[in-house]
């Protein structure tokens, strides 16, 4: 470990567990917090079903349900069905993603009868969880002890694409319940919390060493996660070595390239070519497919031969077939592909991942490349991406740092959860609330907008509707340890009661400057979420209304929204003075977009 980690100076043990369910394989680890002891993190390496590779830090994405929709086995565990009617639900983790991340050729998602998405993702994070159970229990020599006493209370860290938001978020905490790692309460809410793909990744850079060269202060890192599904790109600045602390230099990336894009690409084109063949059945079509994804694409590199054969078919089945036009030629039960075929089928992801990595190259010098994920190892990506980057002269050093064999972004969760080296970020978008402005009669802004003009029936203030306050803004760096707030004013009561607050955050995505009024540029706002919160009878004070002749009282309170942007996930609360003490009051969010 490049930065030894001080000891746990908290009273209680804790268990930190963060898992990382991938595209195509995903992967657990977890550490423990003893008073007094420096955390190390734990690898699980045992898996139900895989008993027959002990020490393996990966299982596959993929569950098996009957034709009723009940889960019958999950990840290894499906080798040991036999053959029988059901659903193979694979890649699922897909169909989380939010409508921004569009795929033109998007794999084949079978859910299970009666079953969402939420749902297969629950049954996998209960298999996972499981499976650390399992792991914790018989490779610890008090396990049994540490299990009974700390499950109920475990921590959580999932993590997930750069490009995924506070939605998918809400679907994964959501699975996490329904999978009774935590209970649906604010606490079992917040025990879990995300972290992205890229960000975890470069943790466990850190963490193993891989980038220990690189950590200089001023030096520009940028981290290329090429998984199964997603290829995430982030980048960071290092601005000070002790303590490390980093910098987004830019807002993360994520792009739908990741290496089963390239299995799809890939089979596409060979269904094509096997249509009115023998081969056309999806018997032959799943070898097919078996084979290319798991041998051909991973040795594929520059140096293979111009005609590749790719195995199509049982190996009892050894048919030769050529078509009359030539377009399809199978010797031995093997399919004849031209070399170009592949380097298609990897031409969207070798693209979108250069792509983004020059994006985050543009400016800064001596910078460094780590490559981590699964689809790092493939020899073609590597090999490509230097090429490119090489021909567009770009100067960077690019280094694999994946070990293939252990799941960077679930190790790396938990050195996330442990160092938090990022301490800042950059914003994508201008994110702010909507409220009533006190209105004034001087100010033109108002004056134009009467037809917006509401009156208290109670305290007589008049109110500007629809007032846009921006909490920070596109391209601000935003410390993860700071809050942004705004000013806002309950309706006045006859009485002091509680108050119920509902507030919506917005993201304007348009380019004027200082947009005041929702009406200045109404397209281009989004509702990222709401939260609400109950603003206890103690909080309002007493306050007076003069008319002409006697005076009137009535009650309301002033306080703040206040909203942190810096981490991950987005965090609001309402705080306000009684009596001289700040308060304040959780807010229970649903969040739709966010990051």
């Known amino acids: 470990m490049a930065y030894p980690r001080s000891a746990y100076s908290g009273p209680d043990t804790k268990l930190i567990v963060a898992i990382d369910v991938g595209t195509t394989f995903s992967g657990a680890s977890y550490t423990f917090l003893k008073p007094g002891e420096a955390p190390r993190i734990y690898e699980v390496g045992r898996f139900r079903g895989q008993e027959d590779k002990q020490g393996s830090k990966k299982v596959p994405s993929v569950l098996f349900y009957s034709p009723e929709g009940k889960l019958l086995a999950c990840g290894a565990e499906i080798n040991k069905l036999g053959p029988q009617d059901g659903t193979k639900t694979e ?273 800064p010098p001596d910078v460094y490349v780590f490559l981590v994920g699964g689809f790092s190892a493939s020899p073609w990506m590597f090999s490509e991406i230097q090429r490119r980057l090489d021909a567009a002269g770009v100067k960077c050093q690019v280094r694999q740092a994946d070990d293939g064999v252990a799941k960077p972004a679930s190790s790396g969760g938990v050195a996330f959860y442990l160092d938090r080296h990022v301490a800042e970020r950059i914003m994508r978008h201008t994110y702010g609330v909507i409220l009533d402005v006190p209105y004034h009669r001087e100010d033109p802004e108002h004056e134009q907008r009467q037809e917006d003009l509401k009156q208290d029936a109670v305290s007589g203030k008049k109110f500007v509707r629809n007032g846009f306050f921006a909490l920070v803004t596109r391209g601000q760096v935003v410390k993860v340890d700071q809050v942004y707030k705004a000013r806002a004013h309950s309706d006045a009561r006859r009485k002091p009661e509680p108050v119920r607050w509902s507030q919506t955050i917005q993201r304007y995505k348009g380019a004027a400057g200082n947009v005041t009024f929702v009406d200045m540029d109404p397209h281009n706002f989004d509702q990222i979420g709401s939260f609400f919160c109950e603003i206890p009878a103690s909080a309002l004070t007493k306050r007076t209304r003069k008319k002409s002749f006697w005076t009137e009282y009535y009650w309301a309170v002033d306080f703040d929204i206040v909203i942190t942007l810096g981490t991950v996930e987005i965090k609001a609360f309402i705080e306000w003075e009684e009596e001289g003490v700040r308060k304040k009051t959780q807010a229970k969010g649903i969040w739709e977009d966010y990051y």
């Open 91 to 363: 890649w699922f983790k897909l169909g989380l993603r939010p409508p921004s991340m569009r795929i033109d050729d998007a794999p084949p998602i079978k859910l299970p009868t009666g079953r969402t998405v939420t749902d297969v993702f629950g049954h996998f994070l209960k298999y996972m969880y499981d499976c650390v159970k399992t792991h914790i229990i018989t490779t610890h020599v008090d396990g049994p002890r540490l299990w009974s006493s700390l499950n109920d209370s475990t921590h959580f860290v999932l993590s997930h694409p750069n490009g995924w938001e506070a939605h998918q978020q809400g679907e994964m905490r959501d699975a996490a319940i329904l999978a009774r790692l935590v209970p649906d309460t604010p606490e079992g809410h917040g025990r879990v919390e995300f972290v992205t793909e890229g960000e975890a990744s470069f943790h466990w850079c850190i963490d193993k060493g891989a980038a220990s060269g690189a950590l200089q202060e001023g030096a520009n890192i940028v981290v290329a996660d090429l998984g199964g599904g997603t290829v995430d790109v982030s980048s960071f600045l290092v601005q000070s070595q002790k303590p490390l602390r980093l910098r987004e230099l830019r807002a993360p990336e994520c792009a739908v390239a990741g290496s089963v894009t390239v299995t799809d690409r890939f089979m596409m084109a060979a269904t094509r070519r096997l249509q009115d063949t023998p081969y056309s059945e999806d018997e032959h079509l799943e070898d097919l497919r078996e084979e290319f994804d798991q041998k051909t694409k991973c040795i594929f590199d520059e140096t293979t031969t111009p005609e590749v054969y790719v195995r199509i078919g049982s190996l009892s089945r050894r048919l030769r077939y050529v078509a009359e036009n030539g377009a399809c030629r199978i010797e031995a039960g093997h399919l004849e592909v031209q070399r170009q075929e592949i380097a298609d089928a990897f031409e969207h992801s070798v693209t979108a991942t250069v792509n983004a990595i020059r994006a985050h190259l543009a400016g």
